[in-house]
């Protein structure tokens, strides 16, 4: 089953590149939104209460914080 996955980020964050990490290293296809270049989707993020990077969206439900521990990941994601 294909997912539309999209990782929100910002430029030199550790937790952000960790998140493409494990998601290339579980063959997760995903598209990158930089937050900084894109206040759009900055500003939808803000609308739902995230104001920290990364945040994730799979199939347009938006995912930060706790969620993006591996454990919750491979749930999301049908990983397991």
């Not at 550790?14 to 939104?33: N, S, W």
């Not at 969206?57 to 397991?80: K, W």
């Amino acid at each position: 089953m294909s997912r539309q996955v999209i990782v929100y980020s910002t430029p030199f964050c550790p937790p952000c590149e960790g998140l493409k990490r494990y998601l290339t290293a579980h063959d997760v296809a995903f598209t990158v939104t930089d937050l900084m270049m894109d206040e759009a989707a900055a500003e939808r993020l803000a609308e739902h209460n995230i104001r920290t990077a990364p945040a994730l969206s799979v199939d347009g439900q938006l995912y930060a914080g706790t969620d993006l521990q591996p454990a919750r990941l491979d749930e999301l994601l049908g990983l397991e």
